[in-house]
């Protein structure tokens, strides 16, 4: 079974600082992970993801992860927050082994900038 | 490119009815899947349609089910309602829903039951 973890509920940040939205994984096979960013009362929107190759993946609005398979992460990074930054940010992976997998997605993570 | 459509986009129904929800996925995608958000257990995934097929279910009672048409459009149904079906409802749609595509979301359609 797949399993994605953020273990923290909210993280606050003060604008122009840099970022960090924590996940872990678990998977029994190489896992394809995805970050989506959500605002109020609209669906989710695809940030990034790592598939394969380089560790360190690029994604949109200046947000990057990083993925870590000693340690079973993948953190959301951004090195100067801005306000317009806050939101909700999922985690979510699928299993590259065993056929078609559903995603997995954690409980999300609160981001609030503080101007 | 026009995005994932769902409609409506807001709903009100009372306990015992049934509801039907749409999604039109981005053209040229023929992986649909459904999720239910809600406060307390965040993110669920209901179900993944492919080319008319389901190929992927979540953990839900049989009142959950759904469908999707030739042009890869798809429907939700909730039979029997009850309170705790309130939530939002997001479909996404991929092209291919291959282990390593992303997944674009609709807006959602919050569904109140009364």
């Known amino acids: 079974a797949q399993s994605v973890a953020q273990p923290e509920d909210q993280v606050n940040v003060a604008e122009g600082n840099p970022l960090t939205v924590k996940c872990t994984y678990s998977?029994?096979?190489?896992?394809?992970l995805f970050w989506y960013v959500q605002y109020p009362n609209r669906g989710l929107q695809f940030l990034l993801k790592?598939?394969?190759?380089?560790?360190l993946v690029k994604g949109s609005y200046g947000f990057e992860a990083e993925f870590n398979k000693s340690q079973t992460s993948f953190h959301l990074k951004k090195p100067s927050a801005l306000v317009s930054d806050s939101a909700l940010y999922f985690c979510?992976?699928?299993?590259?082994?065993?056929?078609?997998?559903?995603?997995?997605f954690g409980t999300g993570t609160k981001l609030q900038v503080i101007p | 490119k026009a995005g994932v459509t769902q409609t409506p986009r807001y709903l009100i129904k009372t306990r015992g009815q049934q509801v039907t929800l749409s999604c039109s996925p981005i053209?040229?995608?023929?992986?649909v899947s459904w999720y239910q958000q809600t406060p307390g257990q965040g993110l669920q995934f209901l179900f993944e349609?492919?080319?008319?097929?389901?190929?992927n279910k979540g953990n839900f009672p049989g009142r959950f089910s759904g469908r999707q048409f030739s042009n890869s459009r798809s429907e939700m149904n909730v039979s029997t309602l009850e309170l705790g079906d309130s939530a939002l409802y997001l479909c996404?749609?991929?092209?291919?829903?291959?282990?390593?595509?992303?997944?674009?979301f609709g807006q959602g359609t919050r569904l109140t039951v009364v």
């Open positions: 053209s040229g995608h023929r992986s």
């Open positions: 790592y598939i394969t190759g380089d560790n």
């Open positions: 996404a749609s991929s092209t291919a829903g291959t282990a390593n595509t992303e997944a674009f």
């Open positions: 349609y492919f080319s008319e097929t389901q190929r």
């Open positions: 979510a992976v699928r299993d590259g082994v065993g056929g078609y997998q559903k995603v997995t």
């Open positions: 998977v029994s096979g190489n896992p394809y």
